[in-house]
């Protein structure tokens, strides 16, 4: 069809151009305006008759879109609608060809769109049932126009020729233009090659061409179906300029994109093509790589002295406060406050730490490096960790509340004597890893900048952010160690250590009660009963005095492994919660959910949150249940969009990407003076959120927030 419609341009049209010349201006027939807010429209042809014989005319639809208002090409991504037209009520009609001139890119509701702006005119080839005989075109016309709102336009437009053969230079110099930018087929484009590949979690599109003639400032727009958003391109020219290299995240996209890419590029106003690309199975290489924007030392000075301070923030977090419980209760148990024991206690458990860390920092690099999507905090959502945490919470727990004491068997007790602590520094140092891992979750507030700024740069970068996280966790512990005399201020003891083992007891076992809670919505119920099934039994084996300790501890690990075990491999498909009747009505999260209430004019506040992120339940509990946010809400026009992030959600991931962020909390405010979103801070604030809104409608409700408040 596009070849036909090259030649129909270079055919049909270039003579009537010239019989216009040699004719001169002569008022050809159009169609009544259509006028509205955004747009003039009309029907225009090249005749103002029908010539004798004629079995096909040219004619056009003119869309004349007012300033910062636009239109969509044929595939209009993931939130446009592109124009359509019906011809059913036209009389000597057989056929319609309606023609797309190349589009241009825009950006609407954060999201690259493609279409049209200023004046736009669509070839029509008429095709006549009766050549040479009066025609009329009836054309009911449907398209989307969109500014800061989208407004859906249907008019109806008519336009009667009757007898004639006299040529209108103006219409026809202006559906010549438009019928040079239509994209020319594949066998006169003069390319060569193109190949095109899609991953198969549906991220990124790779698009490769060679062309016989060089590329000066070329763009791309590839065709994958309906319902397909793709991000920003990255292009990139080799081979003299010859070879065209593309790359394009795809934001959102059907469950299976099986159509073969159809790749449009235009090079300047007068030159564009189409052609259908080949799908390759792997990855195609850039022809150059460009070099990445290292950060200067200041900046990595700074960032990784806020990583400094976050790391030591976390530490009077709630989701530290078991981990220095059980760090309290070792050394309660050492009631001689042996300086050399304490010292290296604390330095082991400041081991433990930067263990973690640097382990994990190794694995963000990998998976970075994989080319995958990685986070802060994800652990949370992997039901054999929250298993794990569960298990070690709960065994910890018992031993507090005195159901069974630790003890290593002789042997292995006599050979870690010399190694500077009753039963050595292990205990310590894992319980600073175990502290680290339960830190995640608090982190955010924060890390935010320093952790989005480790996982979006070098391995090296992530290297020094998280070595400062960690030395900043690990600072009270280091303090300690370099001034054991500060463990003489502690207490004597006596029987409030009792007291304080048990408190600390309640605090894992509340902390245990909150991950099944984590875990019933990444797994379902079926994963925390076992879990807390055989975790239990792990426990009341490890109490019963009367059984021998090689077979006690035997059933206990068993049960334990067979606890950890459980979580994964009894993962429901989709666990649901069941919502209070109070709750406040949440949507599910849908990305171009957001544009289309946005472009009706609507207000969307975006929650990500999870159940294991505790900051998140923070800034529900204290200011979006609360008045006056809560009402600001549920107020008309205003829709409120959670994105459960508990389960690992790809949609999420690239949602967040696309914000430089790698972690939770994340609030955004869309309306239509805010298309693109006001990115709220993690910690939230009823100000923040209430001008947010009013900013997002274009309304100042400054003065209402501040009388309610």
Known sequence: MIDCLLILRRVLLIPFVLLAVVSGSVAAATSAEYQSAPLTAHLISVQDGVPENTQTLSAGL??????????????????GIPPSVEWSGSENVADVEFMWPAPTRFTAFGIENFGYAGDVVFPLRITLKDPGAPVTLSAQVKLLVCSNVCVPEEFDLSLRLGRGNVIDSTSAGLIGTFSERVPEGAKTSGVSEANAFIDEDLTELIVSLRVDEPLQSPDVFPELGMGVALGKPDIRLGEEDRLLWARLPILSSNTDVTVAPSITVTDGENRAFTII????????????????????MMELIWIAAIALLGGLILNVMPCVLPVLSIKVSSVLKHTDHDTTRVRFGFVAASAGIMTFMWGLALVLWALQTAGLSVGWGLQFQSPLFLAAMIAVLLVFSANLFGAFEFALPHGMQTRLAGAGGRNGYSADFFTGMFGAVMATPCSAPFLGTAVAFA????????????????????????????????????????????????????????????????????AGLASVIAVAALSGLAVLILSLPNVQSQFR???????LVLAIAAGPILQQSAPARSTPQLAMAWIAFDRSEIAKRVSAGEVVFVDVTADWCLTCKANKTLIIDREPVRSALEAPGVTAMQADWTRPDTRISRYLESFGRYGIPFNAVYGPSAPNGIVLSELLKTEDVMNALAQASGRDVSAKVAGQE
């Open 62 to 79: 003119h869309l004349q879109l007012n300033e910062n208002w636009k239109t969509y090409w044929r595939s209009a991504g993931e939130v």
């Open 277 to 296: 690309a080949d799908r390759v199975a792997q990855g195609i290489a850039p022809p150059f790589e460009l070099a990445a924007t290292t950060p200067d």
């Open 455 to 522: 996982l979006a740069g070098r391995g090296v970068d992530i290297l020094i952010v998280f070595t400062s996280l960690g030395l900043g966790l690990a600072l009270p512990y280091l303090v300690i160690a370099a001034v054991p005399r500060l463990v003489a201020f502690m207490p004597k003891p006596g029987r409030w250590m009792l007291i304080i083992k048990s408190v600390m007891g309640v605090l894992l076992l509340a902390t245990a009660v909150w991950l099944f809670w984590v875990l019933d919505g990444v």
């Open 553 to 559: 501890w035997s059933i206990a690990i068993a049960s």
